[in-house]
C-alpha cells in the first residue's frame, strides 16, 4: 500500500507542478487559453495573478514531494489537506470542475496514505 500511497502523491505533485508551468508560463499561450477558458485580454490583465497563483501551486508540489521523499507522512498528509482545501474553495468560487480534477486525485492520494 505504501507503493500505492506514494504513486498517489506524486500524481497529486505532477498535476499542482503542471499548473504552475500553466499559469506561470502559458497562461497568455493557446494551451492555458483552452485550459481555462480565458479570452486574450482577460488573461493579459490577469497574467500577474495567475503566475502568483501558480507559484503557490509550485510550493504545494514541492510539499507534497518533500514529506514523500522523506518519508514525513504526516507532511503528506497536511499538504493534502492543502490541496483538498484549495480545490473545495476553487469548485465554490470558480468552477466545480476545479474540485474533480485538484480534489479527487487528492483524496485518493489522502485515502491510500492513510490506508497504508
Known amino acids: 500500500m505504501d507503493v500505492i500511497a506514494a504513486v498517489l502523491v506524486v500524481v497529486v505533485a505532477a498535476l499542482h507542478a503542471y499548473f504552475l508551468v500553466l499559469e506561470m508560463f502559458l497562461w497568455t499561450r493557446p494551451l492555458g487559453l483552452k485550459t481555462f477558458r480565458n479570452t486574450p485580454e482577460k488573461a493579459e490583465t490577469t497574467r500577474v495573478l495567475a503566475a502568483n497563483q501558480g ?9 507534497l514531494l518533500w514529506g514523500l521523499f522523506t518519508a514525513q507522512w504526516n507532511v503528506v498528509v497536511f499538504f ?3 490541496v483538498i482545501v484549495a480545490a473545495l474553495y476553487g469548485a465554490w468560487s470558480v468552477n466545480k470542475r476545479i ?3 485538484q480534489g ?3 483524496i485518493a492520494a489522502l485515502a491510500a496514505v492513510w490506508l497504508r
Open 99 to 101: 474540485f474533480f480534477v
Open 55 to 63: 507559484l503557490y501551486n509550485g510550493f504545494l508540489a514541492a510539499g
Open 104 to 106: 479527487v486525485p487528492a
Open 80 to 82: 493534502l489537506l492543502c
